[in-house]
Each structure stands twice: as structure tokens, then as C-alpha cells.
């Protein structure tokens, strides 16, 4: 039984254009997913992503889990022979997702990343409190978790009320991009 792919030719300039990086240097060596330390979770690694990104596989590289499994360590940026920055592409392949709305077997991953942002954006600074709550509305699970959370605001190490930074609409603006 053969499966279609759809191809998007347009992705690996958007990706390079939103990453900073020319991913066509790419000569597929495996050196980054050889380095990567949390390879061995992903479904493909950081250098089979970057074959769909140069294909077009737009779809499939949006809906890995890759994509949110990564660290941003830059292991593999460093080990690369061609300084292609691949923790800059990932960023961005996380970035499409979101705005197109693609849900991934990490989805986890990826509703921490939402609730992050959205408070920073709001405080200029995270609020643990905040996001714990945001999370448990998001995944339903209200009880995991949950004494470590009491017992750290009990301790005070967690602020019950958010506090927002002086320069909260600078860091939205920064957040925003150009
Ligand atoms: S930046 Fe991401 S893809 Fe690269 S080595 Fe680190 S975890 Fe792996
Ligand atoms: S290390 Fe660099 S050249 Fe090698 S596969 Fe990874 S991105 Fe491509």
C-alpha cells in the first residue's frame, strides 16, 4: 500500500529564513544525531529532520515529536562540520507548529511551551503558580504533582500572586519578533 506524502517546496527556505541558518549545507554526516543526548527518545533525530525540512516534509517534521523532545543543548551545532545550527531549527520548526496549530505525540511538551510563553508575555517573568494551574486545566490531571506543589507554597518558595515585571511590553515585543 503506498502512502502520499504532500511536499511543501516552500519550507526549507522558511526555515531558513526564520532560523538564521542554511540548512542546503547540510550533507547529511548523522554527526548531530550521533552527539544528540536525547536521540535515543526521538522518533528520527535532529539530522533526519533536517532531510524532511530540505524535502518539504512539512507535515511530518511538524507533527514529530523531535521537534519537542529536543533540548536546545546545541550539542549538536557544535559537533556539525558545516555550522548548522540545529537547536535555531528546531526552535523554528516549534515555532510553525504552534501557529499552525499541529498537535505531536509530545503534546505535553508542547502545552508546557504554549502556558510558558503566554505568561512570560504576560509578567514579563514566570509565575510557577500560574503555570501548574494553566497546566492542570489544559491536561485534565489534576492530582499528579500536587503535594509537591502544596509544599511548595506552603515553604514560600512559590508565589501564590503573579508579580509583572516593569518592562513586561518589552519583553512581549522582544517575544513578538521583528
Ligand atoms: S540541540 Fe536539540 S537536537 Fe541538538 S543535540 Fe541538543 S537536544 Fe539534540
Ligand atoms: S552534523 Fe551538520 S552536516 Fe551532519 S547531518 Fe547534522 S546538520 Fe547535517
Sequence with gaps: MSVLVSLDPSLRDSVNLQSHQNISRCY??????????????MEYGPH???QMVRFGMKETALASRDI???????TCGTRCPNDVDIAHVMDALRQMAV???IRNPANDIANFHRVYVMLIKLFGRMHEASLMGALKLLTRDF??????GVKLVAKGKIPILPERIKGAGEVRRVLKGP
Excluded: F
Excluded at 554526516?29 to 527518545?41: F, H, N, R, S
Excluded at 519537542?68 to 546545541?74: R, V
Excluded at 492530582?143 to 509537591?148: C, G, L, T
Design 28 to 41: 547529511d554526516c548523522d554527526k548531530c544525531t550521533a552527539g544528540c543526548p536525547v536521540a535515543y527518545a
Design 48 to 50: 533526519r529532520i533536517l
Design 68 to 74: 519537542w523532545l529536543c533540548a536546545g543543548c546545541e
Design 99 to 101: 501557529r499552525e496549530d
Design 143 to 148: 492530582v499528579s504533582d500536587m503535594d509537591a
